[in-house]
């Protein structure tokens, strides 16, 4: 597994190019934003890790730009920036997943492998999560196999956390994916439409649960996970 380090700090760079390292990993390291694009240019990454404050661009923006060439490679976002904000617009721009600085390498290691574990968003017609099937053709949903009845927003809605189990999906996400630009939409839109996909799932006897993280968006995983 061969990993792109992009991060301007020299002394944590090599840290962290070390730890991964000695995890198991392959790593390269650039400083700037350049340099990463001739690296992914000309070399297969498994995974990015990307530092937000860079000298020749900003990360996010670097990252919104390569998301429209349609780079797929799923990125981990290293940031000192603790507020909500840039944290939304990270996500928003196609960070998979994010770290706060400082963080624990452990965690940092435990975060790409399993970004490695789903590599990108699942694509298949046929999701699976835990017990919960989701065929996206015939539109249908079954909990260990019983077909559970959901509306069309709600299924729209679960398809889009199907697709990114595991990972954190964007309130401003769900609301592109379902409502139509311009459409009058109470504020607590997303709230409810998740609320009710929630409970068809629990109803169902899904063992995965939808977790919210308070501002940010909502989690499909493990009932027992937590976010
Ligand atoms: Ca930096």
Known sequence: MRLLLIEDNQRLADYLATALQNGGFAVDHVTTTADAEGAIATTHYDTLLLDLGLPDKDGLVWLGDQRRRQMTRPVLVLTARDS???????LNQ????????????DELIARVRALLRRPG?????????GNVSFDTSDREVTV?????????????????????AGRVV????????????GEDLASNAIEVLVHRIR?????AGADMYIHTLRGVG??????AAGA
């Open 84 to 90: 909500l904000e840039d944290l939304v617009a990270g």
């Open 121 to 129: 968003e699942a694509l298949g017609v046929k999701l699976t999560t």
């Open 144 to 164: 260990d196999g019983v077909a559970v009845e959901f509306g069309r927003r709600e299924m729209d809605g679960l398809e889009l956390l199907m697709r990114r």
């Open 199 to 203: 409970r068809r799932l629990q109803d």
């Open 94 to 105: 196609g960070a998979d997943d994010y770290l706060r600085k400082p963080f624990e390498l």
């Open 170 to 181: 964007p309130k401003s996400a769900i609301e592109d994916a379902i409502y139509s630009f």
């Open 218 to 223: 909502y989690v499909l995983s493990d009932k």
